[in-house]
């Protein structure tokens, strides 16, 4: 664009230059010639100040030359601003060069000074077109005033009388000449300036609308630019938000990612432990050594392992569903649906023949989740060693108790009925004797119970048969069987019992023994005439049972020995020679296999409580 | 007419006396030395015995044996049996009196006039 104008400026200047040139230079050296050879025509004396004048308006006119030429020459060098500048520069030397060339005219040719004033205005209106003029119709209109008013001018100069001092200017020649060349001065320096000023305001005017075009579009961009840049900012804000709203959803799927990856570890974890308990459950009930069968809440089979398998010969496959009321149809099952009355409720340690060379004792137990009843297991215990060991003691203790019994029977019955008389009347002295032998053979009966007592216990399976049972009447029936031996030593005996009592789940056979013990060394141990006190009380879910002597106690330093077998008290050898020491042995026993527990208080020389409990029967 | 009651038991001492006791009693009392015979004679006896003293452990045959044997024999099968042994284990007991026995004495404990009681309340 600046490159256009700078072209369009240069197009002007050498126009200028040429018009310099041909017309305005001759024209000056013309006109300065002429004025040079006014004074001997006007017969004035020239005045100094005129030429000064004129070397002035010679020397602007030089200097406005010179500023277009380098304008011309320099125009691609020059910046835009400087090349306004010079013209604007080169203008005004020009307008000067006229004004003063006028002003000297008019002032010299009439030898007045009034004409100054016009002259001036002349000038300005000349030079106003080409500042104010945006297009022709201005130019030409200020053209014609100030063309009208020079006419005027020369008209009022011309053709009307003028008075003193005007009046020798009416029918001046030379006036008149000069009066036209500077009209075609003016003219040719108003055109050749309005020219150039239109163009300079033309190409200031294209250069404004340019300008403003580019700032419209400037602003249009800025506008737009602003737009997309709010828009941008808009979205830059909204996806400054969606980032945001990104991250933290980003951050959260993190959380949720890290929360589910240590739930899923946990859970893991959790499996791995089920896993490992599942593994080892499954691992103790593959290798247990009882057979596990485990019911479901239908009662059918839902896990057998191999020591069951191998009871019954028969495949997991084989069996794994089938519901416990089909049992009775597999032979080998039989006897368990028998054993456990064909219902699957708790039982415990029920004999069951399997076959031949094969006796199990079969255990069910409920499993219970809370209140609910998931299904039942079922524990095989193979019994059938023991069964066989088991018989093999009882034969023999069977067949000790024959072989060291009956000859003491044999003694027993035969001695009973010389005393009673059946074989014959006995003298007192053979009575005595006989009497004698039969206590002896009594005491020795006893000691051989005692052993084979003994021997039971030690096999563990003393208690026979518990059933629910009174305790007050079985310590009655022991009472009664000593009522004899207590009134001959003269014992004061007391039974102390509550009103009630709960009954208590016992072999009665063995309780009897215990309390059988225990009633006889109160007795055999007491002081003459001395005291007994059998006492029962009832205590939270068990039954106390004492008994309180007044006899000779146990030493302090033996008391720790008083329930192993075989011991007696070194007071209690010297007062009574006879006894096993297996007494409190077995009672201690006995006492244990209910589920009791025994103990007692004892002073020597004052006596001695033995306690025991019994647990109360559900 | 007295009562008939056969004794198995493989002891002499034993045997002459409850025999004497019983005998002396009013019983008619018959002897056997052992399970085999005393099978073989209740067998043969017609009128059958009343009662049956039996001992467990004895020569040839048992007590129990003899018992699961008089199970088996329809004519046999309702004769009363006391069980007379020396010993009286727990098992013991059991057995005999699933297999019918009406009572169990052990001879340490008790005496013939207690056994005569016994029979007394089985057979009057």
């Known amino acids: ?618 | 007419m007295a009562k008939k009651i056969l004794l198995v038991e493989d002891e002499d001492i034993m045997v002459d006396l409850l025999q004497r006791k019983l005998t002396r009693e009013g019983y008619e009392v018959f002897v056997a030395r052992d399970g085999e015979e005393g099978l073989k004679k209740m067998r043969e006896m017609d009128p059958k015995p009343d009662l049956i003293l039996l001992d467990i452990i004895m020569p040839k045959m048992g007590g129990f044996e003899v018992m699961e044997e008089m199970a088996k024999d329809e004519s046999l099968k309702n004769i009363p049996v006391i069980v007379i042994s020396n010993s009286g284990q727990p098992v013991e007991l059991d057995r005999a009196k699933k297999l019918g026995a009406k009572d169990w004495l052990i001879k340490t404990e008790f005496d013939p006039n207690e056994v005569l009681e016994k029979v007394k309340k089985q057979i009057g």
């Open chain 1, 1 to 618: 664009m600046r490159e256009t104008i700078k072209e369009i400026i240069l197009e002007d200047t050498e126009r200028i230059l040429r018009l310099y040139k041909r017309v305005i230079f001759p024209c000056a050296l013309i006109f300065a010639t002429f004025l040079l050879s006014l004074p001997p025509i006007f017969k004035f004396p020239p005045y100094p100040f005129l030429y000064i004048i004129l070397i002035l308006v010679l020397l602007s006119f030089l200097f406005a030359f010179f500023t277009y030429t380098r304008i011309k020459r320099k125009i691609f060098e020059l910046s835009f601003s400087e090349i306004q500048k010079m013209i604007v520069l080169s203008l005004f030397l020009e307008l000067s060069s006229v004004s003063l060339g006028l002003w000297a005219f008019l002032s010299f040719s009439q030898g007045l000074s009034f004409l100054l004033a016009p002259t001036f205005l002349i000038a300005f209106f000349v030079s106003l077109p080409g500042y104010l003029s945006p297009n022709w119709i201005r130019f030409f209109a200020f053209f014609s005033i100030s063309l009208l008013i020079l006419i005027f001018l020369a008209g009022v100069f011309n053709f009307y009388p003028l008075p003193l001092p005007f009046s020798p200017l009416k029918h001046s020649v030379a006036a008149w000449a000069a009066f036209f060349l500077g009209l075609i001065m003016v003219f040719v320096v108003y055109n050749l300036m309005t020219n150039v000023w239109y163009r300079e305001y033309a190409l200031r005017t294209k250069l404004e609308g340019v300008r403003k075009e580019i700032e419209k579009k400037l602003q249009k961009r800025t506008k737009k630019l602003r737009e997309m840049f709010e828009e941008t900012q808009i979205l830059r804000i909204r996806e400054r938000a969606r980032m945001a709203e990104a991250e933290r959803r980003a951050e959260e799927l993190e959380k949720a990612r890290t929360a589910l990856i240590n739930i899923l570890e946990d859970v893991e974890e959790a499996r791995g432990r089920a896993e490992e308990e599942r593994d080892k459950t499954l691992a103790i009930i593959q290798n247990f050594a009882d057979g596990l069968l485990v019911f479901d809440k239908e009662g059918k089979v839902s896990l057998i392992n191999p020591q069951a398998e191998s009871f019954f010969r028969i495949k997991k496959e084989e069996i794994v569903g089938k519901s416990f009321s089909e049992f009775v149809q597999l032979s080998d099952f039989k006897p368990i649906f028998e054993a456990v009355e064909g219902e699957l409720k708790g039982v415990f340690r029920k004999e069951a023949p399997i076959r031949e060379g094969l006796i199990l004792e079969v255990t069910t137990v409920p499993m219970m989740k809370g209140e609910e009843k998931v299904g039942t297991l079922m524990i095989l215990h193979d019994v059938t060693r023991e069964k066989e060991i088991e018989r093999m003691k009882t034969e023999f203790v069977s067949i000790s108790a024959h072989q060291l019994r009956t000859p003491l029977s044999a003694i027993k019955w035969t001695l009973k009925m010389f005393l009673e008389g059946d074989l014959g009347e006995l003298t007192k002295e053979q009575r005595e004797f006989l009497e004698k032998t039969y206590q002896s053979n009594e005491r020795m009966i006893n000691l051989i119970n005692d052993l084979l007592n003994v021997t039971r216990i030690e096999e563990g399976r003393y208690l026979y048969r518990p059933v629910l049972a009174d305790i007050v009447s079985i310590c009655q029936s022991v009472i009664d069987s000593y009522k004899e031996e207590i009134e001959k030593r003269k014992l004061k005996f007391k039974f102390k019992k509550p009103k009630e009592l709960p009954k208590v789940r016992v072999d009665i056979e063995k309780i009897s023994l215990a309390i059988q013990n225990l009633l006889e060394n109160a007795i055999r141990y007491n002081k003459f005439g001395g005291e007994i006190e059998m006492v029962l009380k009832e205590k939270e879910r068990e039954i106390e049972f004492s008994i309180k002597d007044t006899g000779i106690g146990i030493p302090k330093d033996q008391q720790n020995r008083i329930f192993t077998k075989f011991f007696r008290g070194s007071n209690a050898i010297k007062m009574e020679t006879e006894g096993s020491g297996l007494g409190l042995f077995i009672t201690k026993n006995i006492i244990e296999a209910h589920g009791g527990r025994i103990w007692f208080e004892s002073e020597e020389g004052k006596g001695t409580t033995f306690y025991f409990t019994l647990p109360v029967a559900e």
